[in-house]
């Protein structure tokens, strides 16, 4: 089923001015242990990313870089507490900016990505960072899985109605119909 074993290994230091120059792509996997800001968010990494990502120059001449990012990690169920997995995928596009001006003068709707002097660019920092921002918030299983089905009531179990009769009701109806009952044979 995997063929993970033949991919490429993304590599972690990228000249990423360079390789805007050249629009390389860099196709493959990243290992779960050189994710550990993501190892850390979640219960477990259950197997490598796999990404695409993409250095060009747009229309515009900006430095950009894209990329789908794929990984299966397990979250916890805030439900049950137990873990599912998680098909968690990201999405990044960046602009590649070299000093603080060039990144204030981006426009609005770009996301800049701040490299050092020496355009060094370390990739797996930035693959971690997109990863981070598309873990959901709280997560939980599908309703049939979970271990707490049940325990927190969603309208499918309904307590069984039990009907109180009020002895004060009954009463009152009761003079009411006495009641009803005298004035009619009063008006007879
Ligand atoms: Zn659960």
């Known amino acids: 089923m ?5 991919s490429s290994v993304i590599p972690r230091g990228v000249d990423a001015l360079k390789a805007c120059t050249q629009s390389a792509t860099y196709e493959g996997i990243i290992m779960p242990e050189d994710l550990p800001r993501l190892a850390a968010a979640v219960v477990s990494i259950q197997r490598e990313m ?3 990502v993409r250095f060009f120059r747009d229309e515009s001449n900006y430095r950009m870089v894209t990329g789908e990012l794929d990984v299966l990690v397990a979250v916890q169920c805030q439900r049950c507490l137990s873990a599912l997995d998680y098909e968690l995928h990201a999405e990044m596009d960046l602009a590649i900016v070299v000093s603080e001006g060039q990144l204030e003068n981006l426009p609005k709707e770009f996301e800049g990505w701040l490299l050092d002097e020496n355009a060094s660019a370390d990739l797996y920092e930035a693959i971690e960072e997109e990863l981070l921002l598309a873990l959901p918030i709280v997560s939980y299983h ?3 899985d ?3 089905q049940g325990q927190y009531s969603t309208g499918d179990f309904e307590e069984p109605v039990v009907e109180k009769k009020n002895p004060f009701a009954v009463l009152g109806d009761l003079k009411l119909a006495d009641k009803a009952d005298s004035s009619d044979k009063e008006s007879e």
């Open 142 to 144: 599908e309703k049939m």
């Open 50 to 52: 796999t990404g695409k």
């Open 146 to 148: 979970c271990s707490a």
């Open 2 to 6: 995997s063929t993970t074993s033949k």
